[in-house]
């Protein structure tokens, strides 16, 4: 499975941002799917993900902030951003678990936010 994360660029503090991660596979051969992210010189966190049944979890650092949804009509999935914080600057990354495989990930999209 290939994936394409986009989306990313400079928002000030306070304001929204939906990151995108075009997926080459169908969404019925995957089990579960979300994002990471890893600031600059820091450990990669994960940021929310999406399992098979559509049941969202989050970073408590994010939670009520973000959200994750999914379009398997676009074999896409989303990552809503809102009320950005500087702390959310960071390399986002995508991921799918495909069903019998490991993990795939996608590029990494920067997203910088200006206080």
């Known amino acids: 499975v290939q994936l394409q994360a986009s989306g990313g660029g400079l928002v000030q503090a306070g304001g929204s941002l939906r990151l995108s991660c075009a997926v080459s596979g169908s969404f019925s051969r995957i089990n579960n799917m979300g994002w990471y992210r890893q600031a600059l010189g820091k450990q990669r966190e994960w940021v929310a993900s999406i399992i098979r049944s559509g049941t969202p979890s989050y970073a408590d650092s994010v939670k009520g902030r973000f959200t994750i949804s999914r379009d398997s009509a676009k074999n896409t999935l989303y990552l809503q951003m809102g009320s950005v914080k500087p702390e959310d600057t960071a390399v986002y990354y995508c991921?799918?678990?495909?069903?019998?495989?490991?993990?795939?990930w996608g590029q990494g999209t920067q997203v910088t936010v200006s206080s």
């Open positions: 991921y799918v678990d495909p069903l019998g495989r490991a993990r795939d």
